[in-house]
């Protein structure tokens, strides 16, 4: 049963647009969200996080949004770049668990054309 | 980039054949994961570690063994080889730290396939 949902499998974005990746998340408990990138021939590269206290988080371009009522994250890429296309996957967790265990949905094909 | 080696990278193995998997971190951490990535599963957790001698059960842990017998070393047995388990397969470690939440840091992957 997949915990972590992200149903849109590809997204396809102008250069300079704005990117938006949404991720539903089904298990209350989970406290700590995260995004991942990964490049094809590559390991997944720690994007950024949010805590459940807080209901944004930014780092230069890269926003992340927590709506806990609607268990819903997203995260904005402004302006998206042809080096931002990768497959992005949005990962949660929870105080109690193994600490770094992660819940992973399936990702999202984040492809930017010039 | 975190210290993480994965060997093979790649591996081509029969059907009914042993395979061990390797990840090797020089971080220290305390952690360590494998999973597997599939098209249409995204990131699926087979077996982790919370220290030396200590490992447990992910979701998908069946036909697969595990042995820390080091910090250092987290090895990955897929004690006779089938064709699904061709995949790619991902160490991850992590560490507790100040903060009561860590990232994992990941490793470059092992695309092994059973034939």
């Known amino acids: 049963d997949q915990q972590v949902k992200q149903n849109s499998p590809s997204l396809s974005v102008q250069e300079g647009r704005i990117s938006i990746l949404n991720c539903d998340y089904t298990n209350s408990m989970f406290d700590y969200f995260l995004w991942y990138k990964k490049y094809p021939a590559e390991g997944p590269t720690f994007l950024i996080s949010?805590?459940?206290?807080?209901d944004k988080n930014e780092d230069g371009r890269f926003t992340v949004f927590l709506n806990k009522s609607a268990k819903h994250l997203s995260l904005h890429i402004v302006p998206s770049q042809p080096g931002d296309s990768a497959v992005y996957f949005c990962?949660?967790?929870?105080?109690?668990?193994?600490?770094?265990?992660?819940?992973f949905g399936r990702g999202t094909q984040l492809t930017v054309w010039p | 980039d975190a210290g993480i080696t994965q060997s093979p990278r790649h591996k081509v193995t029969e059907t009914g054949t042993p395979v061990t998997l390797r990840c090797h971190q020089t971080?220290?951490?305390?952690?360590m994961y494998w999973y597997r990535q599939d098209p249409g599963h995204g990131l699926r957790l087979i077996h982790y570690s919370y220290g030396v001698k200590d490992t447990d059960k992910g979701e998908v842990s069946d036909g697969y063994s595990v042995s820390r017998s080091k910090t250092e070393d987290f090895l990955l047995t897929l004690e006779s080889a089938t064709s699904s388990q061709t995949s790619v397969y991902f160490c991850?470690?992590?560490?507790?730290?100040?903060?009561?939440?860590?990232?994992?840091?990941f490793g470059q992957g092992t695309r092994l396939t059973v034939v």
């Open positions: 991850a470690i992590s560490d507790e730290g100040e903060e009561i939440y860590t990232e994992a840091f």
């Open positions: 949010i805590s459940s206290i807080k």
């Open positions: 990962a949660a967790s929870y105080r109690g668990s193994t600490l770094g265990r992660l819940y």
């Open positions: 971080e220290n951490h305390r952690y």
